[in-house]
């Protein structure tokens, strides 16, 4: 399993995005009076939550004083969540872009409304993006030198220091 690409998400966004255009310009005024604001709130604790994994995880890989070690299986997991919370976030934040698009071209009292929801949810979703690519960066182990590559003169290699 690679990392994620950015080419998946933009393309999954621009889906996403077309697909909402389509519907809301149909059936926007057959909905609910205005955009609910669950989603909204619900995306962006997604991005908290996983961007505070991130930290947490990364602290633990490196070993930094005072963290215990990370299961190994814990990470692959994390690593499984950041991928599906990126691929999610990105559809989020098209189908938030495609509604937002239409509602500033509509200037209806009902479209207008419902803009602060629209903006709002597309930059949770955004946000929910980056804390899932950050989380999936966390979880890759950082590069060890091999003995091979060490200079003859580096401390590392000379045995009994440290």
Known sequence: MGPTRIS??????????AVAWLLISSFYYDLAPSLPWLPVVTLAALAVLEGYAA??????IEGRPGREPL?????????????????????????YAGLTGWLFIERTNAAIGDRPAGVGGVIAAIALVA???????????????????RQPGDRESRPGQR
């Open 8 to 17: 998946t998400l933009v393309v999954a966004g621009l889906a996403a995005a």
């Open 55 to 60: 930290v947490n995880t990364r602290g633990k």
């Open 71 to 95: 299961n190994p299986l814990l990470v692959a997991r994390f690593v499984v969540l950041a991928k599906a919370s990126a691929l999610a976030g990105a559809i989020f934040a098209g189908f």
């Open 131 to 149: 804390a899932a690519l950050w989380l999936e960066r966390s979880c890759r182990v950082p590069e060890q030198e091999d003995d091979e590559d």
